[in-house]
């Protein structure tokens, strides 16, 4: 099974500046890495699809990169909505598709 | 656009078994992938399983042997059966949908199930 590791557990950001969240794959799954976003109460939300494809509706400040076993989703200018968990997910070996263990970006 | 809406009992007692539909507007069950995803309180995402209308599937190997899915082309429905539940079993329940590749690119609202007696 591929294992997926997200850093930091926990970044704090302030309103306006650039996030970056890191993932890590114990294995290559080429460019078939996604990103969700979650809220509280709410269901995940596809981010990024393709290591770098940004999915319908989702704005330009949200940039996935990488390749591999090292991926990458920024986050340009944290706008208040921003606040939120952020998995990975691998599906280069599909079913299962195994998700990381979430990144919370919270206000600092 | 798409939409998935999970249904089924939110209280669900230890060694029973659990059960949920997944209903699917503005597109049909007949294309595409769909699967179950939960959540336990505090953790992280972990799939269970999914289905293709040919009637394949695929399930996690953890819960293999207790989770059944199926689906009613009929009713554009999915549906989760989980037997011999356990306090462990207790998570917000997803409904999902995929194309062919594997991300996830619709999400129902998500349930919560409590197995508790």
């Known amino acids: 099974e591929i294992v997926l590791t997200q850093s930091p557990a926990t970044l704090s950001v302030s309103p306006g500046e650039r996030a970056t969240l890191s993932c890590r794959a114990s294995?290559?799954?080429?460019?078939?890495l996604a990103w969700y976003q979650e809220k509280p109460g709410q269901a995940p939300r596809l981010l990024i699809y393709?290591?770098?494809k940004r999915a319908t509706d989702i704005p330009a400040r949200f940039s996935g990169s990488g390749s591999g076993t090292e991926f990458t989703l920024t986050i340009s200018s944290l706008q208040s909505e921003d606040f939120a968990i952020y998995y990975c997910?691998?599906?280069?070996?599909?079913?299962?598709?195994?998700f990381g263990p979430g990144t919370k970006v919270d206000i600092k | 656009q798409v939409q998935l809406q999970e249904s089924g009992p939110g209280l669900v007692k230890p060694s029973e078994t659990l059960s949920l539909t997944c209903t699917v507007s503005?597109?049909?069950?007949?294309?595409?992938?769909w699967s179950w995803i939960r959540q336990p309180p505090g953790k992280g995402l972990e799939w269970i399983g999914n289905?293709?209308?040919?009637?394949?599937?695929n399930y996690s190997p953890s819960l293999k042997s207790r989770a059944s899915l199926s689906l009613d082309t009929s009713k554009n429905q999915f549906s989760l059966q989980l037997s011999s539940v356990t306090a462990a079993d207790t998570a917000v329940y997803y409904c999902?949908?995929?194309?062919?590749?594997?991300?996830?690119?619709?999400w129902g609202q998500g349930t919560l199930v409590t197995v508790a007696s």
């Open positions: 503005g597109g049909s069950i007949t294309v595409e992938y």
């Open positions: 294995q290559s799954v080429n460019f078939n």
């Open positions: 997910q691998q599906y280069n070996i599909w079913p299962p598709g195994t």
């Open positions: 999902a949908k995929s194309p062919y590749s594997g991300y996830y690119d619709s």
């Open positions: 289905i293709y209308y040919s009637g394949s599937f």
């Open positions: 393709g290591a770098y």
